[in-house]
């Protein structure tokens, strides 16, 4: 006899109590019920089927690794829960929950295992199904499939690894995935996971915005912002453009200041939580001043006790207003005039008893005369008695409390002025006993006689200059000049790319730091690093002690520029592929110092104090930026041909590092394709591209092959010797050169380029 929906439902209750209480059961269990819970059961089931589903993957209690293999289980069955048509809004919520809480799983198993497509093929329709259902499902469905494109996106960004040799404990994320993975490449899921967060980021940009889904948002962005660094920016960016108060303009009802409430509540607690985890952020004053001045806001909008005073425990006007209505009395109109402005009163000030700006700056005398009697006779007649009274008294009562003050502050400016060395803080009380009549009658008679009071003296004051500030010593000068490189290293961090800096540039006519944006800032730094100790530097053989005194004064000079152009590499470094342009543009600068102290060295070889010889840092700098970035490059990497292409200068120090390439088998083309760009765009340096061509031929195996194709166009005489060694080796003819003249035939000397071109420099390529 078949078992009744209420029986089934006490059974399965009772399995949950025991997983429950023993957690390594939750494999029999979990298996046992998913043809009961399936899509042909009944509603009821099936609620519970997936209420239990989102509660078993989300428990603390059971392992990963059996999360894992569960998950891959239960896939089916959530597949099939979800394309139900007119599925229960309980089943779909729990369903979209224990999607959220598989995905991770299932893409750990995937990277793990690359060729079981129908596994990741199920779990792509249910995150297509979850995608659709997020603009149209009700709210408490949007909730949950906001919580699961939180985990999409987290777990489809490239994350921290803690230790690469246990990947098992790693955190999951991109960073986890090979690049050649048939099933889940990662050049298909980043872009896709910034889709997603663009769409989460996009409820703060709507003008009617739900508080429920902006709510569930801002929770769920937290967790973002806290484990993935590279997204975290681009959030709290979004998150303070957001403005919670902005429905306040609409009709308040009760429903709407609980919603707003809850929006700013939830909005100042994600931000708050921020800034105390990075006090010293680029973002913390940002963040400091959001917080204040939301604060400020929502005290202005809904305290509304704020500013009112508690009403009075008798009636002001000889009126109380639970007998009004009965007596039918008349209540006079108060006036209550606006108080006087601190400073100095002018007359339209003192008799102005209203508050309306518009009345109050309005100019009467724009208006004829006869239009002012004939405006003023009507009202006169009109005016209350009684109001007219009280706007006197009003005048009056203003009037007399300004004599007053200015009379206070005329005597105390007297007495002031007639005891100038009297000082309050010198008072101390005498306790003698006190003078008779008599005494007090001598003392008067000896006072000189009295008379007008003389007023103060004024004193003529020069101008004020303060004092010339202590000089600085060398180390102080140095440490400031660091601090205050550091701050505009933080200033190009926090600051976005504006509108201008996205809008096409107009080539050559374009200024260099025409805007306050992080280009501006770029050229700044740059040219600080190239161009302010320019000229500073003397030769050390220099006999005059003023010189030598003068470049002891100058080496903090120099060591702050080597300083800016530490950081400035190191702020390169941090992130080389997307700053690869400030390099670019760095080494340019470099260059042009460089020629350009070169160039006034050789005019000042005739004058009286010639000049030093210049320091060259372009070389240096260049070395340094293509040590760091060669070694993260891969065989399909574009970077280093724009890099090469760009730079001003290249030599044979430079290509040698090139070269280094092709110890890396897998990285030889990339060697090649690098240098024989330079070859065809780059004349002045084609003959020591050719060189490098040939070096990588003769001494590298690996690159025979690419290397030949160029060789023959440029220096075929360099393969003739291969040819006819191939030939003679075909035939089964060993050669043997009857002469040294003969020998000497057989091995043709390579041509040598022109040393000129070695280090012939083209700035455009």
């Not at 997936?50 to 293999?69: D, H, I, V, W, Y």
């Not at 306790?431 to 007090?440: L, S, T, V």
Request: aromatic residues 6%; hydrophobic residues 40%; proline residues 8%.
């Amino acid at each position: 006899m078949a078992l009744s929906v209420a029986d089934q439902l006490t059974q399965l209750e009772a399995a949950r109590q025991l997983v429950l209480a023993d957690a390594v059961l939750y494999p029999q269990i979990v298996q046992g019920i998913l043809p009961i819970v399936g899509a042909n059961a009944r509603v009821e089931l099936r609620r519970w089927g997936a209420e239990f589903l989102a509660e078993t993957f989300a428990s603390p209690t059971l392992a990963l690794q059996q999360k894992e293999r569960l998950s891959v289980v239960v896939l089916q069955t959530l597949k099939e829960l979800l394309e139900i048509p007119g599925e229960d809004g309980s089943v779909v919520k729990s369903v979209v929950q224990a999607a959220a809480s598989i995905y991770g799983l299932v893409f750990r198993y995937i990277i793990a295992n690359p060729h079981d497509s129908p596994t990741w093929d199920k779990m792509a329709t249910i995150k297509l199904n979850i995608l659709k259902r997020w603009d149209t499902a009700s709210t408490g469905i949007r909730t949950c499939c906001i919580k699961f494109v939180q985990k999409v996106v987290q777990v489809q960004t490239p994350g921290v690894i803690a230790d690469p040799r246990r990947p098992e404990q790693n955190e999951i994320s991109l960073a986890l995935v090979p690049r050649d993975h048939p099933l889940i490449p990662p050049p298909n899921l980043e872009p896709e996971a910034s889709g997603l967060l663009d769409r989460m980021l996009n409820v703060f940009h709507e003008d009617t915005s739900d508080a429920v889904l902006v709510t569930a948002t801002l929770n769920c962005l937290g967790t973002l912002i806290r484990t993935r660094q590279t997204i975290a920016n681009k959030i709290i960016q979004a998150i303070l453009s957001f403005n919670p108060l902005k429905q306040t303009n609409s009709p308040m009802t009760p429903k709407a200041k609980v919603q707003i409430k809850s929006m700013e509540r939830t909005t100042r607690a994600v931000l708050m939580n921020i800034y105390r985890r990075n006090e010293t952020g680029p973002f913390a004053p940002r963040i400091k001043q959001y917080v204040d001045r939301l604060l400020q806001a929502r005290m202005d909008i809904f305290d509304e006790a704020r500013g009112k005073r508690a009403l009075p425990s008798e009636p002001t006007d000889g009126l109380d207003s639970a007998k009004r209505i009965r007596l039918g009395a008349e209540v006079p109109n108060r006036l209550n005039p606006p108080p006087l402005p601190p400073g100095p009163t002018s007359v339209a000030q003192l008799f102005t008893l209203t508050s309306d700006e518009g009345l109050s700056s309005f100019d009467v005398t724009q208006l004829p005369i006869d239009l002012v009697v004939k405006i003023t006779l009507p009202v006169l007649h009109q005016i209350n008695q009684a109001s007219l009274d009280e706007a006197i008294n009003s005048v009056r009562l203003r009037y007399t409390s300004l004599s007053r003050s200015q009379y206070s502050v005329t005597q105390s400016q007297v007495i002031a002025s007639t005891n100038p060395e009297e000082d309050e803080d010198d008072y101390e009380p005498d306790f003698q006993p006190m003078e008779d009549a008599e005494q007090i009658l001598n003392k008067a008679d000896a006072l000189p006689p009295e008379g007008p009071l003389q007023t103060p003296t004024e004193v003529a004051l020069g101008p004020f200059k303060l004092p010339q500030p202590p000089p600085l010593t060398t180390e102080e000068s140095l440490q400031i000049g660091k601090s205050t490189v550091s701050r505009v290293f933080g200033t190009m961090n926090a600051l976005d790319e504006t509108a201008s800096t996205r809008r096409q540039k107009p080539g050559l006519n374009r200024l260099a730091g025409s805007n306050y944006d992080r280009e501006a800032w770029i050229t700044v730094i740059t040219r600080l690093a190239t161009r302010a100790s320019a000229g500073l530097q003397s030769d050390d053989d220099t006999d005059d002690d003023l010189s030598k005194e003068l470049i002891n004064q100058q080496n903090s000079k120099m060591s702050l520029s080597d300083s800016i152009r530490e950081n400035l590499w190191k702020y390169i470094i941090e992130d080389f592929r997307a700053r690869i342009h400030i390099a670019i543009a760095w080494l340019n600068e470099e260059w042009f110092n460089d020629r350009i102290q070169a160039q006034a060295k050789s005019q000042s070889q005739d004058s009286k104090f010639p000049s030093s010889l210049p320091q060259e840092n372009y070389e240096k700098w260049v070395l340094k930026v293509l040590d760091i970035i060669i070694p993260y490059l891969d065989a399909k990497d574009k970077l280093l041909i724009r890099f090469m292409s760009e730079i001003p200068s290249v030599d044979e120090t430079i290509l040698g590092r090139v070269k280094g390439l092709a110890k890396d088998p897998e990285r030889v083309v990339l060697a090649v394709n690098a240098i024989h760009y330079l070859i065809l765009v780059r004349p002045p340096v084609r003959g020591i591209c050719l060189d490098a061509i040939e070096d990588l031929w003769r001494n590298y195996d690996d690159a025979k092959i690419p290397t030949t194709k160029i060789l023959t166009k440029w220096r075929p005489n360099i393969l003739k010797p291969d040819i006819k060694k191939s030939i003679t080796e075909t035939n089964g003819i060993k050669p043997t050169p009857s002469s040294d003249s003969e020998a000497i035939n057989n091995n043709p000397i390579i041509p040598v380029s022109n040393e000129s071109s070695k280090h012939l420099s083209v700035g455009a390529g």
